[in-house]
């Protein structure tokens, strides 16, 4: 395969996704680093060679750029055992990876990047407007997992997928952002065996 | 193939996405349909048969069921020239699908769903107050699409995928949301190769 870069910032839970795919496959990435609270993925040089689009995650393979994490994740995660054979199944993981994009990441990350990095005391009118909002939208996210996980071991079929760590990421982060965990013992009983899997990595 | 019925409110862009989709692949699909302006997808019946997030469109596949309409065009596409053959080209493919989901969604069919289906006047403080923020949010996004397809003819590679297709849905009906297509010549041209496809068939 080739070399393969990862453009982050260690704080993104979009990030970390790509990290952990790469761990639990055993595929070695090389981070180059970028401070998303300085402006780092806004430079003229950052968009017009990294990504447009002004974001990281970026996944730079040889010379080619892949944005967003849940593609960057699939582009590593291809022909192994994170990615089900069989279709429908392949299909329902996507499903979950663009519920995590819709109605989980908007809610319960962008709580824990202004709750954690940004600070309550320092948000702007618009995004104190949006909390309550955010809040009930993160917890309608964690709802539908944690009916979904009452009678599950993983989110697609019987062992781990994209779809588990594309939302464990933030997830498992949430009390950051004012969720409370223990209001879904099932999703907590799935973190323990993400975090118990071999090869599993940390978040910074 | 099994029989395939999509759960759909035909206002929607991300239902309409299927229907292109299997109506380039020649795929029969039977239509059963919902009010979302009514709450029919919110019902217990819905919430506990079809989809527990509450949401169209769900593509049925026999009797199981596949919410989020980017996951319903993979399933219907798989093994199809709509999706790209090399590595590269195929996370690529779906990194405009999560793009689509992330940064064009929520604001350009917002915007539309908003200003057509549920009138400006009847639009309450909060989601007015949204609505620069989401004006700015589309433009964004159609830029970054703009530039991307000014040296291009399709989003991916050589040829139409489901890239094209999911960026399609809403983009082309953006100007009921406020947008100016005018604004994108380059997206203007490539609106065209979409519609010019054998097989394509109109949003209703």
């Given at each position: 395969?080739?070399?393969?870069?990862?453009?982050?910032?260690?704080?993104?839970?979009?990030?970390?996704?790509?990290?952990?795919?790469?761990?639990?496959?055993?595929?070695?990435?090389?981070?180059?680093?970028?401070?998303?609270?300085?402006?780092?993925?806004?430079?003229?040089?950052?968009?017009?060679?990294?990504?447009?689009?002004?974001?990281?995650?970026?996944?730079?393979?040889?010379?080619?750029?892949?944005?967003?994490?849940?593609?960057?994740?699939?582009?590593?995660?291809?022909?192994?055992?994170?990615?089900p054979?069989d279709r429908f199944d392949r299909a329902d993981?996507?499903?979950?990876?663009?519920?995590?994009?819709?109605?989980?990441?908007?809610?319960?990350?962008?709580?824990?990047?202004?709750?954690?990095?940004?600070?309550?005391?320092?948000?702007?009118?618009?995004?104190?407007?949006?909390?309550?909002?955010?809040?009930?939208?993160?917890?309608?996210?964690?709802?539908?997992?944690?009916?979904?996980?009452?009678?599950?071991?993983?989110?697609v079929g019987?062992?781990?997928?994209?779809?588990?760590?594309?939302?464990?990421?933030?997830?498992?982060?949430?009390?950051?952002?004012?969720?409370?965990?223990?209001?879904?013992?099932?999703?907590?009983?799935?973190?323990?065996?993400?975090?118990?899997?071999?090869?599993?990595?940390?978040?910074?």
């Amino acid at each position: 395969m080739e070399d393969l870069i990862l453009h982050e910032d260690p704080r993104s839970g979009n990030c970390y996704k790509i990290r952990l795919t790469a761990a639990l496959l055993g595929k070695p990435l090389r981070r180059v680093q970028y401070d998303i609270m300085n402006g780092e993925t806004r430079t003229p040089d950052f968009l017009r060679n990294v990504n447009a689009n002004g974001r990281i995650p970026v996944l730079q393979i040889g010379n080619r750029f892949l944005p967003e994490s849940n593609a960057a994740c699939w582009y590593l995660a291809e022909s192994s055992r994170l990615i089900p054979s069989d279709r429908f199944d392949r299909a329902d993981m996507l499903r979950w990876m663009f519920f995590e994009q819709y109605n989980h990441e908007p809610n319960v990350a962008t709580l824990r990047f202004w709750l954690l990095f940004v600070g309550e005391a320092h948000l702007n009118e618009f995004q104190k407007g949006q909390i309550m909002a955010k809040r009930a939208g993160g917890e309608a996210a964690l709802e539908v997992m944690e009916e979904h996980l009452k009678e599950r071991e993983w989110l697609v079929g019987k062992t781990v997928t994209l779809a588990d760590i594309a939302l464990y990421a933030y997830t498992h982060v949430c009390e950051a952002g004012g969720f409370r965990l223990h209001d879904y013992p099932a999703i907590c009983r799935w973190l323990d065996r993400v975090s118990g899997l071999p090869r599993y990595v940390s978040m910074d």
